[in-house]
């Protein structure tokens, strides 16, 4: 679904927008067991579209944390289980990758859905729906339609504090769109309503907010505001979000990935402090039926997590919530199911017509939306409940326990909307790991009949931790917001607060307290470590430099501190960007240590308590009065009695503080041993140095030599900085993770060397062997572990100009291939390039003997390389 082009050297990518879209929507796929083809409509929608002046839709990536997740700017995300471009990256992402760099796609789409009663009629708009013939939201057209971003990372390339979108998150998206457009060739027409879309009048500015914080990285939050810009007074509204999950390796894409999963509603958890707490979490999910074992183990294309919704604020706090599935069956609607109620007493049962779960039409999905019931799990489809009140299970009801393709729709409401009124919607899109646990349990254990044996061997602990976290960063939990004296709710042990008096006005004594739930005003917010620096990999043969700057790292103020809270530096480098890649090369943290304080009185027990920030050695000798106080003297069994406290000492980190050694990490500029002032128009020449385009102080350069490594493959580099924490809100130390601030390199010539010398280009493997088995030694396809091995090959140019055209003919004179080497700045890998094996024509290359062109502006070089089968 993309279209891809070599345009003057460099590869341009683009989406086809509403096109592609549209032939998504008509082009069903074979979904459930029965598939569909609609080529007919789907030309006939290409015919309207090419006929209609349209808005673009466009796609953006969150790549952030551990979910890599595409963003489009008409009320969806997921691309209909298609890659795109991330435009971040310029890499190919699915819908949704969850964990990061895995190849698991855990979507297809999802979207937003709103109805209400406008006058006498009854009216829905949603972003795509169960057969993907209608899109009812659409952006401007035009740069109004685009996305707009920041971030709080003052290293990041979207970090504008004078920006008009204020930041929050490390990664934000802003879009607008509107369900006012009625044009059949853009919103598709109801075949179910027979009618054209009719629009609710709707507005809807939507950000989207990622971290890479390791308590934060496993969610993304959206915050909708929805505005009302119609003359229409909007009653009885619901809003819901429609999640079309799937489960699946890439290598599994079709039938066999996404027929099997499951979907099914967390509300709650008990809490890790223990005491008997219960979260409530209230999270709709899917995930793969088993896991997908290869052979009764995990491998690496199995999927094991769960994704869900979860809704972290809403415009009222009474509120009907609903949680429906079903399963839709496109061949024939007799076998089409969703769980749902008999008749009941002022309740009575609604016809969808032809299909009993998919909702067709706008009076259907409104009643879905607004019909006050929570569903079963499908794991529990082949159970009789209709003593509860449901319908008997169909026939295919073990078949759909067993595991199927089938939504869910999250919603609530109701609330009445006037002319120019806004409001407010946030949820979280979390994921959770190893959900699947025993790779053989399914086949061991699960029968339709008793599913309850199996479902006690899902581990719902990682998703529901990080339910728990979203909601804490969307309001932060004994955070007084609007300074009117109420910081959310508490526990103590034993006991659960209702909303009462703060802590410090009741008798705590002896008691923890754990604060669980915000004061009810958004913060959108969270600890976070100091900013990762930006690093320069300076290329030898054989070996890295690896030097960053540390300024903004050191000096930038917690956001909860109000205060640098920098603690040191990790080196790292891997084969692939990969997390579980990144092997540990060296570490400096600053030397300062923890104070344990014994607290003992009559109405508490006593223990060791820690509530201050780590001390330097220097302000130990001075407290303490002795020039030679050495703090790890006083261990737990031996504390150190002051003034009638009693301490003992621990290191915060390892302190690990030289930064002498050029085996370690160094200062580069170690003659400039005083740091400069905070303010920086009183910097002089002599103390500044040019990083990424920006003056920063000598006093904060640092540097890393890694020697001893190939120069044939990529190595990827990365510098984390890290804090040490905050005893008072027991948060552990934070780092930042080596995934965002990477650079991959080669260790080989420099670019400058190269082209000061004129070296000769050089060409590896020579000869190429078919049969060598490069991949399987890890010479190849480490980053494209979703493809085939004839589509990982590569053979490397090396000694490269910064800018030239490389061609490769064959020993006729046939032109094979020809691309532009472009690095006009040089930077990484600018002396460096390689060639697929592929021609021109998309072909596999056949063995042989082949010349390759390599020129520049000063010179041509020509050489010869050969394939051997």
């Not at 996305?147 to 490390?170: C, H, Q, R």
């Not at 699946?248 to 079709?254: A, C, T």
């Not at 002032?677 to 890393?704: C, F, Q």
């Not at 062109?853 to 050489?863: H, L, Y």
Request: net charge negative; hydrophobic share 35%; aromatic share 14%.
């Amino acid at each position: 679904m993309l279209k891809i082009f070599v345009k003057e050297g460099r590869l341009q990518t683009y989406l086809w927008t509403a096109l592609i879209m549209l032939a998504l929507l008509g082009n069903g796929r074979a979904r459930t067991l029965h598939p569909i083809s609609k080529p007919e409509a789907l030309q006939a929608q290409r015919q309207r579209l090419a006929a209609t002046q349209r808005p673009d839709i466009l796609y953006t990536a969150h790549n952030r944390g551990n979910i890599q997740l595409a963003v489009a700017n008409n009320g969806t995300f997921g691309t209909f289980g298609e890659p795109i471009v991330d435009p971040f990256t310029n890499e190919l992402i699915a819908s949704c990758t969850y964990p990061r760099n895995s190849f698991m796609t855990y979507l297809w789409v999802a979207a937003f859905w709103i109805g209400a009663v406008v006058g006498r009629d009854t009216l829905v708009s949603v972003g795509s729906e169960d057969f993907y013939e209608t899109s009812e939201f659409w952006p401007e057209a035009g740069a109004l339609g685009r996305f707009m971003y920041n971030s709080i990372d003052v290293n990041s390339k979207f970090y504008d504090p004078g920006s008009p979108l204020t930041a929050y998150s490390e990664q934000d998206v802003y879009c607008e769109y509107y369900d006012t457009l009625t044009a059949p060739g853009l919103t598709g027409r109801d075949p179910f309503d027979n009618r054209s879309h009719m629009p609710l009048g709707i507005k809807v500015s939507q950000r989207s907010m990622a971290w890479s914080y390791q308590y934060a990285d496993d969610f993304i939050l959206f915050d909708y505001q929805i505005e009302n810009i119609g003359t229409e007074r909007l009653e009885q509204v619901y809003m819901g979000i429609w999640v079309d999950g799937d489960a699946f390796h890439v290598e599994r894409r079709g039938a066999i990935g996404w027929n099997d999963d499951i979907v099914g509603f967390l509300r709650s958890y008990p809490a890790p402090e223990g005491c008997g707490f219960i979260d409530t979490i209230n999270i709709a999910y899917h995930a793969d039926n088993d896991g997908d074992p290869v052979a009764g183990a995990w491998d690496y294309r199995s999927p094991r997590a769960a994704i869900g919704a979860r809704v972290v604020r809403t415009p009222s706090d009474s509120l009907k919530y609903s949680y429906n599935w079903w399963a839709t069956d496109y061949e024939d609607p007799a076998l089409d199911f969703g769980p749902r109620r008999r008749s009941q007493p002022g309740d009575p049962f609604r016809s969808f017509g032809s299909r009993l779960g998919t909702p067709e039409g706008d009076c259907n999905k409104y009643y879905v939306l607004h019909h006050e019931e929570f569903d079963y799990d499908q794991y529990y489809t082949a159970l009789d409940h209709s003593s509860d009140g449901w319908l008997q299970p169909p026939a295919q009801a073990p078949d759909i326990a067993n595991g199927y393709d089938c939504r869910y729709l999250l919603s609530f409401g109701p609330f009445d909307v006037a002319p120019g009124q806004v409001l407010p919607l946030s949820f979280a899109w979390v994921g959770g790991e190893n959900l699947h646990v025993n790779p053989t349990a399914f086949e061991d254990l699960f029968n339709p009949l008793r599913p309850e044996a199996y479902y006690q061997r899902l581990d719902f602990s990682n998703l529901a931790l990080n339910a728990r976290w979203a909601s804490w960063v969307y309001d932060n939990p004994g955070v007084d917001t609007d300074g009117d004296g109420y910081a959310g709710k508490f526990r103590l042990c034993g006991q659960d607060s209702t909303g009462g008096p703060p802590p410090d006005s009741i008798d705590t004594t002896g008691q923890k307290v754990y604060w669980y739930e915000g004061d009810g005003v958004p913060d959108f917010r969270g600890a976070g470590p100091p900013p990762a620096p930006k690093l320069h990999v300076i290329p030898c043969v054989g070996r890295f430099i690896i030097r960053w700057n540390g300024y903004y790292s050191e000096t930038t103020p917690d956001v909860f501190l109000q205060k640098p809270d920098f603690e040191g530096y990790r080196v790292y480098a891997g084969l692939d960007d990969r997390d579980a890649s990144f092997t540990l090369l060296a570490s400096y943290d600053r030397e300062d240590y923890n104070r344990y304080i014994w607290e003992d009185s009559p109405d508490a027990l006593p223990q060791w308590v820690l509530k201050e920030e780590p001390f330097t050695l220097d302000s130990l000798r001075v407290m303490f009065g002795d020039p030679d106080f050495d703090p790890l003297f006083y261990t737990r069994l031996n504390p150190f009695r002051f003034d009638g406290e009693i301490y003992y000492f621990e290191k915060q980190d390892f302190n690990v503080s030289d930064l002498e050694s050029m085996s370690g990490i160094h200062k580069v500029w170690r003659e400039i041993t005083t740091p400069p002032p905070s303010d920086s128009t009183l910097w002089s020449e002599d103390e500044i140095t040019h990083d990424y385009g920006k003056p920063l102080p000598k006093y904060y350069e640092y540097e890393y030599i890694l020697d001893n490594v190939l120069p044939t493959i990529p190595y990827y580099i990365a510098v984390t900085a890290f804090d040490f924490g905050s005893p008072i809100a027991e948060l552990p130390s934070l780092e930042s993770t080596p995934i965002n601030n990477h650079i991959a390199e080669y260790a080989q010539t420099p670019v400058n060397t190269v082209e000061r010398l004129q070296l000769e280009a050089y060409v590896y493997p020579n000869p190429y062997r078919l049969d060598a088995r490069y991949r399987t030694s890890g010479y190849e396809g480490r980053q494209n572990r979703d493809r085939p091995d004839d589509r990982v090959r590569r053979i490397h140019f090396a000694n490269l100009p910064k800018a030239c055209k490389i061609s490769i003919y064959s020993l006729d004179g046939d032109c094979i291939r020809e691309w532009k080497h472009d690095h006009p700045e040089g930077g990484p890998q600018s002396m460096h390039d390689s060639w697929d094996l592929i021609t021109r024509n998309t072909q596999l290359v056949v063995s042989g003997i082949y010349f390759w062109v390599v020129e520049s502006e000063n010179r041509t070089q020509i050489g010869k390389l050969v394939i051997i089968e």
